[in-house]
């Protein structure tokens, strides 16, 4: 699936995040056996407001079979515009239960300057 579109309007605690979020995502689907199916998703995401905006990427998977649909928690890596200008966000996103009705729960960090690069991946070993 391509250029999925959503808007979530959503009630932070910190005051510095605006409660428009606007979701474009691209997602993956790949057949594990069993009637199973793994679902993989990239997005790009925008919290807007009067003062500023943040903007970055949401990354996560999910698994559907059977018995339901289990969503992993997705990862929002986000960087202020405006009056959020020198700031960073990583935030985590989680759903409870997944319903047509569930209301996603946030978890994460904001921090003065960019994002920090993540960590360079070791050597496999066979240990």
């Keep these: 699936m391509r250029g999925n579109v959503f808007e979530h309007d959503i009630e932070w605690s910190d005051p510095r995040l605006p409660s428009l979020m606007r979701l474009r995502e691209n997602v993956n689907t790949h057949f594990i056996g069993d009637d199973r199916v793994a679902w993989f998703w990239v997005g790009a995401v925008r919290l807007e407001g009067d003062h500023g905006a943040w903007t970055g990427a949401e990354y996560g998977l999910g698994e559907e079979s059977r ?18 200008e020198g700031l960073s966000a990583m935030l985590q996103r989680q759903h409870e239960v997944i319903t047509s009705a569930s209301r996603p729960v946030f978890e ?6 960019e994002l920090p690069p993540m960590p360079e991946p070791l050597e496999g070993t066979t240990e």
């Excluded at 994460?108 to 300057?113: A, L, M, N, P, S």
């Design 67 to 84: 018995v339901g649909f289990t969503l992993q928690p997705r990862m929002m890596l986000l960087s202020g515009e405006g009056a959020y």
């Design 108 to 113: 994460g960090y904001i921090f003065e300057g």
